[in-house]
């Protein structure tokens, strides 16, 4: 489903960018609440596209630019506590 981005014809980079986010942020199960990741990352896409540079516009750095905004604001998950080793129960 398209974005609701603030441009009458926006370009197709923005909604690359945002699909590849989201696809990798619901593969690693941190997209949820599903609506408020989207509109997060669609929000920090937006930002550094409009700086304007060359680099800032590849679809690939945007989307990467969002996932590590959510992945750093989140506490990580139980896959990163399993890592840390063996719990015991006393």
Not at 12 to 34: M, R
Not at 40 to 58: M, N, P, T, Y
Not at 73 to 80: C, D, E, L, S
Request: glycine share 4%; hydrophobic share 40%; aromatic share 10%.
């Amino acid at each position: 489903m398209r974005y609701p981005w603030p441009f009458e014809q926006p370009d197709p980079v923005l909604q690359a960018s945002l699909d590849i986010a989201l696809s990798y942020l619901e593969a690693t199960k941190q997209a949820y609440p599903y609506s408020m990741t989207e509109v997060v990352c669609a929000r920090i896409i937006l930002d550094e596209w409009l700086v304007g540079s060359q680099k800032c516009r590849h679809r690939i750095w945007l989307a990467n630019k969002a996932i590590v905004a959510i992945e750093t604001k989140q506490p990580p998950g139980p896959v990163a506590v399993r890592a840390a080793g063996p719990r015991y129960l006393t």
